[in-house]
């Protein structure tokens, strides 16, 4: 089998032949070059108004360069990609954009796009754009890295073994949630950027949302789009399995609300907490005691944990395989350095 991080020979030679032509020349508004292609500072500023305008707090100075230098970088690692998988033949097309970008839109009417598109200061084209650009780079690494992962029975007994006392589990609780919070976050990570500004935003979102899932639309999908707990959405809101202890810890009132439900149940009212607005939905109950591996649910549980250490190392490999591949100039940081020298020489 093929390592998966070693670049094809055909995508290698596309790399070494772009990196070999002579790099654009720099304008006033080129923030990096990635091989053959500029990325504009005027692109970089409209993210970071973006997210200025999530945060709703201007940071200092020097948040500001760093906030820019980071949201660079990834649009860095994002070229250095789209360039790999344009290589590779991979780039996604108008069909399976056009799909993803039905699903997006499936929930908004045409005036709540319309408004979205207003808020958030994109058009049509800049989340087609979007769509295609993180479809073609879950394409890329399903190639490279994640088709071709493999975990042996041996390694997850192997874990087991090391591990036991872990699956020593007190009576616990599978739950799903979905947070709405009653102030602005600047890291919001749901699939929809949704993100309520106020107390009584919240209150409408989290009634409305809880309409829709009590009419029998999926809780996990729900969650995914519009839930505000950046650690869960993308994962459907899952807390996965909670002692009585962790339950109590999130807040009494959502320890209650949870024990109070039947398997396959969503509490009918949101439950209000420090950290704002729950939704809640009970998915499992398990008993206590010590699960053995010979447990479906143990040895699913160590082959995902298995799989996603692996998958993170490689996706991570594979970036920096890519990157040795590629020609980047960072003018933005240039800049920033040369600025700061001046200011220091000045004194």
């Not at 108004?49 to 709703?56: D, F, H, P, S, V």
């Not at 699903?103 to 796009?113: C, L, M, N, R, S």
């Not at 769509?131 to 390694?155: C, F, M, P, Q």
Request: charged share 25%; net charge neutral; with cysteine.
């Amino acid at each position: 089998m093929r390592n998966p991080v070693a670049l094809t020979h055909v995508g290698l030679v596309a790399l070494l032949f772009s990196s070999c032509q002579p790099a654009p020349k720099p304008g006033p508004d080129t923030a990096a070059i990635v091989n053959q292609t500029s990325i504009k500072n005027s692109e970089v500023e409209k993210i970071y108004r973006n997210r200025l305008k999530q945060a709703g707090q201007t940071p200092s100075p020097e948040e500001a360069s760093t906030l820019r230098l980071n949201i660079l970088t990834q649009m860095v690692n994002d070229e250095m990609l789209m360039q790999r998988a344009a290589a590779d033949k991979l780039i996604a097309s108008d069909d399976e954009v056009n799909v993803k970008f039905t699903e997006f839109k499936k929930d908004y009417t045409e005036e709540q796009f319309q408004q979205f598109l207003k808020d958030q200061g994109v058009t049509v084209d800049d989340i087609k754009k979007e769509i295609r650009k993180s479809a073609t780079i879950e394409k890329l690494y399903n190639k490279e890295i994640t088709s071709k992962i493999s975990v042996s029975d041996g390694e997850i007994t192997d874990y087991f073994s090391k591990n036991r006392a872990n699956y020593n589990l007190p009576e616990s609780w599978h739950v799903l949630h979905l947070l709405v919070t009653p102030f602005p976050d600047p890291q919001i990570a749901n699939a929809r950027n949704d993100d309520a500004k106020s107390d009584e935003a919240a209150r409408q979102k989290v009634t409305g949302l809880l309409k829709r899932i009590l009419s029998g639309e999926d809780f996990a999908v729900i969650a995914r789009d519009y839930s505000e707990d950046s650690s869960s959405a993308q994962a459907g809101g899952d807390l996965r399995l909670l002692s009585l202890q962790q339950l109590d810890a999130i807040d009494p009132r959502f320890r209650q609300a949870v024990q109070s439900l039947k398997v396959g149940e969503t509490f009918a009212s949101p439950v209000p907490t420090k950290y704002g607005y729950h939704l809640v939905k009970l998915i499992e109950k398990e008993a206590g005691g010590q699960h053995e591996l010979t447990d479906p649910k143990v040895q699913a549980d160590i082959r995902q944990i298995i799989f996603n250490r692996k998958e993170t190392l490689l996706k991570t490999a594979y970036l920096e395989a890519v990157r040795n591949q590629t020609v980047v100039k960072n003018l933005l940081a240039q800049k920033i350095l040369s600025d700061a020298a001046g200011a220091g020489a000045s004194k």
